[in-house]
């Protein structure tokens, strides 16, 4: 791997590479903390935009930040309740985090989603610390191309423990490769202490992640004998089921042992039987997702395969088995979701930064990353244009969500074209850097915009100017429209009833689903019309301009009516009765 610490020769006539005296805080101790801290705030600024307006999404996220709350008010932090009833899907590291921050900052969106926010801006630095090993010359590619990616600023952004399980099992899978290499206290610590708060984060798939990556790495690719007992089995074991039976032991007993039951044998064994909410089975689906999930950094495949071809070594053995090792669990389990792989992707990223650190680049990986990024660029533009000429849906602002989307996308290829410039010159031009820069302001403008767009239109952010008289004994039902949110922004208990009464005695509070339209099925409408000119003036979905119930602007405590607004768990446009009587 030392031939990726080359340094690059420059031409006469080149740019001389962005603030150069920068070079020589490499070479100073004192400033060794300042790339890792910048980092950390290039992380976390982004994934903070727009995080504190963005509604939680349904149907995870209310979910687990009502949990949360739940533990505060009743101040039992062993188990969590939602809607009154045991929440046993998911062990409780990420509500203690959660309700931590929503002890320092209050009960939002916001605090909500810290944990995640954290955890991806310290997964930053965690990779910039691994490259700044193995890749050297290259360091801010692995940690910048992390963030700056789709699955990334999906899952950096929302209130679930999934960014969480991916930084304490980056940090594992890291400590697993130093004492592979050599025996040390403090990567042993670190390894199995991450080990036992991956599993009190999203349970024991970051076990079967380490153990997976060892098999192919000792017995598939490198063939060798390893130091396994470098890692002391024996005692590591001892200390990482002591930290989870501290917690462990209490729920068990508290539940009865419901919580392995659900937890393990239904939320685990089940869904790897039988697909979660009957999703169908897509084979190669987890090679499909990634090429939108790592975007825009999937353009560059070729070089992951550059890094493995010309740098054949024991640690990229190790992080090739490390990528590959939950695409092979998760293609045996029934329900198939692009995230389930998450925590192969730092490896990904490693790898493609060693590629990228070639002197010599194979022009079949550049020109491959020039078409695919061409081609989310066309298509990126094509749906913003489409947007702006149909005006879909008519006279409302539901049709920002899609351009705002279709301008995200565009966005990211451009940064993978300015990464493509930088590997063509092998250094960062001053205009590469100020477009860079534009760029990231750009992408964060995009995502604020967009969750303040989707806040406007969210029917239960709507619906919840009513809940603010709602008395804590009121009995509430909702028909069709059961989305969790209800639950987070009432702060009350639902009764999802498929009938209604007829009658209910005060205080109360009634939903039922009346219209539903789904936003795919509206926009493929919306193509068919350009194919129809003569129908041009009919609209996929009529979305009236959102005005307060008459009620609500008379009586607080009593009100009817009907109320349109997008379900975002579902994301589709839905019309809804209500009737409230306090």
Not at 458 to 463: D, E, W
Request: aromatic fraction near 18%; include cysteine.
């Amino acid at each position: 791997m030392d031939s990726i610490n080359r340094p690059s020769h420059m031409g006469k006539n080149q740019i001389p590479p962005l603030f150069h005296w920068i070079n020589l805080f490499y070479h100073s101790k004192q400033w060794l903390f300042l790339p890792p801290l910048f980092l950390f705030f290039f992380a976390f600024f982004l994934l903070s935009s727009g995080s504190y307006s963005l509604p939680l999404i349904d149907r995870d996220e209310p979910r687990f930040a009502q949990a949360a709350r739940g533990m505060l008010q009743k101040q039992d932090f062993i188990v969590p309740f939602f809607n009154g009833e045991f929440r046993l899907d998911k062990p409780p590291l990420i509500y203690w985090l959660m309700a931590f921050f929503y002890q320092l900052f209050g009960v939002n969106e916001f605090s909500a989603r810290l944990p995640s926010i954290l955890s991806a801006s310290l997964l930053a630095t965690v990779l910039y610390s691994i490259s700044n090993r193995y890749c050297s010359s290259i360091r801010w590619v692995a940690p910048i191309g992390f963030i700056v990616s789709v699955q990334t600023l999906i899952h950096g952004r929302l209130a679930t423990a999934d960014m969480v399980l991916v930084f304490f099992g980056t940090l594992s899978q890291w400590a697993f490769l130093n004492l592979l290499k050599k025996k040390s206290h403090l990567w042993f610590f670190i390894f199995w202490i991450s080990l036992a708060l991956g599993f009190l984060a999203k349970g024991p798939i970051i076990w079967f992640i380490a153990f997976i990556t060892y098999l192919l790495h000792r017995f598939v690719f490198w063939k060798k004998p390893l130091p396994i007992g470098n890692i002391s089995p024996i005692l590591g074991s001892l200390l990482c089921l002591t930290i989870i039976s501290c917690w462990a032991i209490p729920a068990l007993i508290e539940t009865k042992g419901l919580f392995f039951k659900i937890g393990i044998e239904e939320h685990i064994i089940h869904r790897g039987i039988e697909a979660f909410d009957n999703r169908p089975f897509i084979p190669f689906y987890y090679f499909i997702s990634s090429l939108i999930s790592l975007y825009p950094h999937s353009a560059f495949f070729g070089f992951f395969f550059e890094a493995l071809k010309k740098n054949w070594s024991m640690e990229n053995s190790f992080l090739l088995s490390w990528f590959l090792a939950p695409i092979l669990i998760f293609s045996f389990y029934a329900t198939e979701l692009p995230h389930y792989i998450m925590p192969g992707f730092p490896a990904y990223f490693l790898l493609i930064a060693q590629g990228i650190g070639e002197a010599k680049q194979n022009r079949f990986s550049f020109l491959f990353a020039l078409f695919f990024l061409g081609l989310f660029a066309i298509l990126a533009l094509s749906l913003i244009f489409f947007c702006l000429y149909q005006g879909w849906p008519q006279g409302t602002s539901l049709k920002d969500i899609p351009i705002l989307g279709g301008l995200v996308f565009l966005v990211l290829s451009l940064f993978g074209f300015t990464l493509l410039s930088y590997i063509k010159n092998r250094s960062l031009s001053i205009p590469s850097a100020f477009l860079m820069a534009l760029l990231y302001a750009l992408l964060a403008s995009s995502l604020s915009f967009l969750s303040k767009d989707l806040r406007l239109l969210s029917l239960t952010i709507r619906l919840s100017a009513m809940f603010k008289n709602m008395p804590a004994t009121s009995i509430n039902y909702a028909s069709g429209y059961t989305e969790p949110s209800l639950v987070f922004y009432s702060n009350r208990n639902w009764r999802w009833d498929t009938a209604l009464p007829t009658s209910p005695k005060p205080p109360f509070f009634l939903i039922q689903l009346e219209e539903e339209t789904s936003l795919g099925k509206g926009l493929m409408e919306s193509f068919a019309k350009i194919k129809q000119p003569q129908k041009k003036q009919e609209k996929a979905i009529s979305l009236p301009p959102f005005s307060p119930p008459s009620a609500l602007k008379n009586q607080e405590n009593l009100g009817e009516g009907k109320i349109e607004g997008l379900n975002l768990g579902r994301m589709s446009w839905s019309k809804v009765y209500y009737h409230y009587h306090y």
